[in-house]
C-alpha cells in the first residue's frame, strides 16, 4: 500500500495505492487517525487504489464516524469500477460520499 498525505489549506486529501487489505488497513487507519483534528475536510483519492477488503471497508465506516460528530466531510474520489464494484456489492456506496 502506498499512502500520500497533501493540504490545501485545512483540506486534506489522502491518496493510496495498490492494496488496502487485512495486512494494510491498520496503517491505513493509522495514517488517518495521525491527522484527525488538522483538517476541516477529507478527500480520499482512490485513483491508484487496485483492491480494498473488508478491513479497509471498516476503515472507511470507522473515520467517518470519527469526523460525523465535527460535521468534518469525508468523500472518496476517482474510484475504478472493481473498486466501485465492491462498493455497491456491499452497499457501502449508500453509505459512503463517493464521487
Known amino acids: ?4 498525505k497533501n493540504y490545501n ?3 486534506l486529501t489522502v491518496k493510496v495505492g495498490n492494496r488496502i487489505d487485512t495486512v494494510t488497513a ?9 491527522e484527525i483534528g488538522k483538517f ?3 478527500i480520499i483519492d482512490f485513483s ?17 464516524k470519527k ?10 474520489k476517482n474510484v475504478n469500477d472493481t473498486i466501485g464494484e465492491i462498493f455497491r456489492m456491499s452497499g457501502f456506496d449508500k453509505i459512503l460520499k463517493i464521487e
Open 1 to 4: 500500500m502506498d499512502i500520500v
Open 9 to 11: 489549506e485545512k483540506e
Open 26 to 34: 491498520p496503517d491505513f487507519e493509522n495514517e488517518i487517525n495521525d
Open 40 to 42: 476541516d475536510s477529507l
Open 48 to 64: 491508484d487504489l487496485e483492491y480494498i477488503s473488508s478491513a479497509g471497508l471498516r476503515v472507511l465506516i470507522a473515520t467517518q
Open 67 to 76: 469526523l460525523k460528530p465535527e460535521d468534518i466531510p469525508m468523500t472518496i
